[in-house]
């Protein structure tokens, strides 16, 4: 399986970041599978955001289910991630992950992502 963020790496205050996890691999809809988004700001751990099971319901973070939005095309078989109203503490390596119920079995290579005028 191989996953692969891409999007903007530059971001400014107050828009909303967008990101696009491409899987291959592993069909984005698949039982038993959950396609996560996590992201590591500099000097700090891992955060996880949400992720989107083969339901369709999506569970995100207290902390940023007020502006986060995950999506997937199973047409194009990848996973999306809008985060809006972003401030300069978004800025951080984000990455899409792949999970079971034994946890995280794939990662993707991450990609950075700087919120700054």
């Known amino acids: 399986v191989q996953l692969l963020e891409s999007g903007p790496g530059l971001v400014k205050p107050s828009q909303t970041l967008s990101l696009t996890c491409t899987v291959s691999?592993?069909?984005?809809?698949?039982?038993?599978?959950?396609w996560s988004w996590i992201r590591q700001a500099p000097g700090k751990g891992l955060e996880w955001m949400g992720y989107i099971p083969l339901s369709g319901n999506t569970y995100y973070s207290p902390s940023l289910k007020s502006r986060t939005t995950i999506s997937r095309d199973t047409s194009k078989n990848l996973i999306t991630l809008r985060l809006s109203s972003v401030t300069p503490e978004a800025t951080a390596v984000y990455y899409c992950a792949k999970s079971t119920y034994s946890g995280v079995d794939s990662w993707g290579q991450g990609t950075q992502v700087t919120v700054s005028s």
């Open positions: 691999g592993a069909s984005v809809a698949t039982a038993g599978v959950f």
